[in-house]
């Protein structure tokens, strides 16, 4: 249909990188994000920018081949992890990652354990795969490391498949959640951090 504004997916992205930012989710320029433009091609947030006033110039194109052992001048310091992403499974097209307080500190809390397990919330049904809330989805968590290429090498064969299974917690640090798209991408990371916020909840008030 003529007459009609179309998203882009870079538009998408500003559009959930501001909402994040508005939520406090990517402080003091936090985060980056990402999305697929070709099978072997991605444009990803440049270093040190405000997630809530991004543009189209914010973001530089590199091929992902390249970015799993290098980060181009210029390019956010984590683009090995999303590129990593993007050449375990053809089918993400954006990835998304917030310093939230919930996903910083139950990722602390819960590296230990290795996963934090949701069980019964009907917000489950938001991440992709999942039709019901009487099922059990387990976030992976994940120790931190400065040597960025090397943690993307170890995590990989770490993630797990299944439904659900679309984001994992960096200890101290974060979420990592993607999607088939950046709408997808931003229902995960709402959800998510939803979920941990519940969780932390949960805890509190059984003390």
Known sequence: MTG???TGPIEA???????????????????????????????ITASGRDKGALTAADFIAVDITVELGTTP???????????ALYARDGAVGAVFHVHSPAATLA?????????????????????????THETRVALPVFA???????????LMPMLPDGP????????????????RD?????????????????ELEKERLAR
Request: hydrophobic share 45%.
């Open 182 to 198: 950046p709408a997808e991408a931003r229902r995960h990371v709402e959800a998510i951090d939803f979920l941990l916020t519940c």
């Open 107 to 131: 990722s602390q809390a819960r590296l230990a354990n290795g996963h934090i397990a949701f069980e019964g919330y009907e917000m489950l049904k938001a991440l992709a795969g999942i039709a």
């Open 164 to 179: 659900g299974q679309v984001g994992y917690l960096l200890a101290g640090h974060g979420l990592y959640a993607w999607g």
């Open 13 to 43: 992205t500003i559009a959930a990188a501001a909402l994040f930012a508005q939520r406090g989710w990517v402080p003091a320029t936090s985060g980056n994000f990402s999305v697929r433009t070709g099978m072997n091609r991605m444009a």
């Open 73 to 83: 001048p210029g390019v956010s310091a984590e683009a090995p992890l999303h590129a």
């Open 4 to 6: 009609q504004n179309k």
């Open 144 to 154: 931190n490391d400065q040597d960025i290429p090397a943690l993307a090498a170890r």
